[in-house]
């Protein structure tokens, strides 16, 4: 199963905003979530600008968004996460992608994994597990396509992410709030001590977690996505 940390329950269906530059995907999006109780399809964009202006017109509860839209066809799904952490900061997004993509994946839960989501694009096919990837980000929580976590701790421990139990209480207090994007003077600010303890706790939550050849930013990221797939087999 895919990671999913974070409630699916809602009142109503949720509204929601999508875009892609292909038109065969966008019209079958349009099919495969029209017809559904759960999910009120407010606008299909072509682009960037169209999905930001669709946003400020409909106030959606989500958005889904391809990771690789014109102009340049990069990362501007991820900006576009990034963007709305600021402008619209309730609004989740469920970003495409058509390759298992960790880099992808790292970009964009490296400003906090709440409300956020990453769906390979096989899976469109499956509409319920679509809809229920929009509803966990709708509602604040984390979805994160199984091939993503199997490619980046999946090899680790015998082809099995590796388990908390190692880990203390207070680094899980740490690791927990690693999950929400804060930086470590927040952590510091938050648990009341200092900023060289939370250090000492992530260095060795990295190496308990067996992220020690990591770099920061990545073994930071992995960490949390350790997290939370634990936590998703343990609901």
Not at 125 to 152: I, K, P, S
Not at 156 to 172: I, N
């Amino acid at each position: 199963m895919s990671t999913i940390v974070g409630t699916m329950s809602g009142e109503g269906p949720h509204r929601l905003v999508a875009a892609d530059d292909n038109l065969l995907v966008r019209e079958g999006l349009a099919g495969l979530l029209g017809r559904r109780d759960d999910v009120d399809l407010r606008a299909m964009c072509a682009s960037v600008p169209e999905l930001l202006a669709a946003i400020d017109r409909e106030h959606p509860d989500v958005v889904l968004t391809d990771i690789r839209m014109p102009p340049d066809h990069d990362r501007e799904g991820i900006a576009v996460a990034r963007r709305l952490r600021d402008t619209h900061p309730d609004v989740g997004v469920l970003v495409l992608s058509a390759h298992v993509d960790p880099g992808y994946a790292l970009g964009l839960l490296d400003d906090g994994s709440n409300g956020r989501g990453y769906l390979v694009k096989d899976r469109l096919a499956d509409v319920d597990h679509l809809t229920r990837a929009l509803t966990t980000v709708a509602n604040g929580g984390t979805f994160v396509d199984e091939d993503v976590v199997d490619a980046l701790v999946g090899r680790r421990r015998g082809g099995r992410s590796a388990p908390m139990t190692p880990l203390t209480g207070r680094e899980l207090d740490v690791l927990e709030r690693l999950a929400t994007g804060r930086t470590n003077d927040a952590i510091a600010r938050d648990l009341c001590v200092s900023r060289h303890a939370i250090e000492k706790h992530c260095n060795s939550i990295f190496a308990k977690l067996g992220l020690s050849e990591e770099i920061d930013v990545n073994r930071r990221v992995a960490a949390v996505l350790m997290y939370l797939d634990d936590a998703s087999r343990a609901a």
